[in-house]
């Protein structure tokens, strides 16, 4: 449809009124923007009325539903919110379950005012998440975070109240219903974070994108060793460093897709092609001063691959620890604390549960059945983006490559425009054409 079309559609509605012709320009604008329907019948009515008609009709409406019998606080505020669905649309939610100013029914032009205020700060921020969420949902909740925390005090009522608009808003957003018990956790963060020193709202933003993922985890992989949503297992830990946090917006973007249908595997067969070799040489070496016991390392950690490979036992998380000890020549461990990458521009949070994620999600991905080309990009994926170990994370993730190919029979490609190919953290849609460059590189090994 072309916008052409698209102003006819509502030329038509502005001329009949009729709620058909408006539904049919609705739809049409959905089609050509991609927005729900809840933004953008907010739009249009922040549009059409907004703020300044909001603060014109809400005197002159209180007083009428003054002068009813029987009048009380409760029916003022049903007043005030029929009002807001009708000036910001129904993205306009009001919050709940805290107290509010008491109302002078006598004279309501200030009840009005402190009222307005209160909900205009509300339904600005809603927008700002709503523009946010698709690019930055970690970034879109430190936005709500920092909003309760200035509007708001330490007062036990807000506790239930930050829970569900967190759950409307997440709703509102498109997001899958989440864990009831990871949304506690976020309102108890919430709760006990009222005054935000630097990063704190970076913190809780990662504390809601981990209780979503923590969910979908446990619904994925439920024979493992998870620690539940609902505990202060999944509380992150972050640098003071002002970076983006990339974990938690990885582990929603692997865990929305869906492995199972990779591009069609490549008809060659195997060879050695030697390309970590190669890319150690002509790129990690030089990079790292050509250092000779690195090379050395490498090389003995290329050499335990090869052997799991071209052998028959199931690959597990331990087999990828024991490569990093060869890599980092000594024993490898988990890490237990945030790690900074990209210069800096970067963080990977660190929780208690994070070992047991860990292991449980390579251990379920490295034994589930879906093709081999798939799993091989989740696992570098996951090795870059989950940054497991201390150090070596980008050998790491070039070695379980191979590991997974090879045991496959498929030949590893060149890796230099793999390492290089734009796939942002949390991107799903890259990391799908991450996968399929993959395909095409084991096409032209």
């Known amino acids: 449809m072309s916008d052409r079309e698209l102003r006819e559609l509502e030329r038509r509605w502005r001329e009949s009124g009729s709620p058909e012709d408006r539904q ?129 005090h330490a007062d036990d009522s807000w506790y239930y109240d930050v829970g569900q608009s967190t759950a409307e808003l997440l709703r509102l957003l498109g997001m899958e219903q989440p864990d009831e018990d990871a949304l506690e956790l976020v309102a108890e963060f919430a709760f006990t974070s009222w005054v935000l020193r630097p990063g704190d709202a970076r913190r809780f933003g990662a504390m809601g994108t981990l209780t979503v993922a923590a969910s ?13 949503p609902g505990t202060q297992e999944w509380r992150p830990v972050l640098p003071e460093a002002l970076a983006r946090e990339a974990l938690a917006p990885h582990l929603l973007a692997t865990l929305s897709l869906s492995w199972d249908s990779p591009p069609s595997l490549p008809t060659v067969a195997w060879r050695e092609t030697a390309a970590l070799e190669a890319y150690q040489q002509r790129f990690d070496g030089p990079a790292h001063g050509d250092d000779p016991l690195r090379a050395q390392r490498f090389a003995a950690a290329l050499a335990r691959v090869r052997a799991l490979a071209d052998g028959e036992q199931a690959l597990t998380f331990g087999d990828l620890v024991a490569i990093q000890g060869d890599v980092l020549g000594e024993p490898a461990t988990v890490r237990t604390a945030p790690a900074l990458a990209k210069e800096g521009a970067e963080t990977y949070a660190w929780f208690p549960a994070f070992e047991s994620l860990v292991r449980a999600k390579l251990d379920a991905d490295l034994a589930d059945g879906c093709p081999p080309l798939a799993k091989a990009a989740r696992l570098y994926l996951d090795l870059i983006y989950l940054h497991p170990f201390e150090d070596g994370n980008a050998r790491a993730a070039r070695l379980a490559l191979e590991l997974v190919l090879r045991r496959a029979g498929l030949p590893t490609p060149a890796l230099a425009p793999l390492v290089r190919f734009p796939k942002p953290a949390g991107d799903a849609s890259a990391y799908r054409r991450f996968l399929e460059a993959l395909a095409a590189g084991v096409d032209q090994a």
Do not use: C, N
């Open 216 to 228: 979908r985890l446990a619904s994925r992989y439920p024979s493992y060793d998870v620690p539940h």
């Open 24 to 152: 049919r320009w609705l739809l049409a604008r959905q089609r050509l923007s991609g927005k729900s329907e809840v933004l953008l019948l907010t739009e249009d009515a922040l549009a059409e009325r907004g703020a300044e008609w909001f603060r014109a009709q809400l005197p002159e409406a209180l007083a009428a539903a003054a002068a009813r019998p029987a009048y009380d606080v409760e029916q003022a505020r049903w007043t005030v919110e029929g009002l807001l669905q009708m000036a910001f649309g129904p993205i306009a939610l009001s919050p709940s379950g805290y107290d509010r100013p008491q109302l002078d029914l006598s004279d309501p032009l200030p009840a009005a005012e402190a009222l307005l205020s209160e909900h205009e700060t509300y339904v600005r921020v809603l927008l700002e998440l709503v523009e946010r969420w698709p690019q930055d949902p970690s970034g879109a909740l430190a936005v709500l975070a920092e909003r309760v925390a200035e509007l708001t």
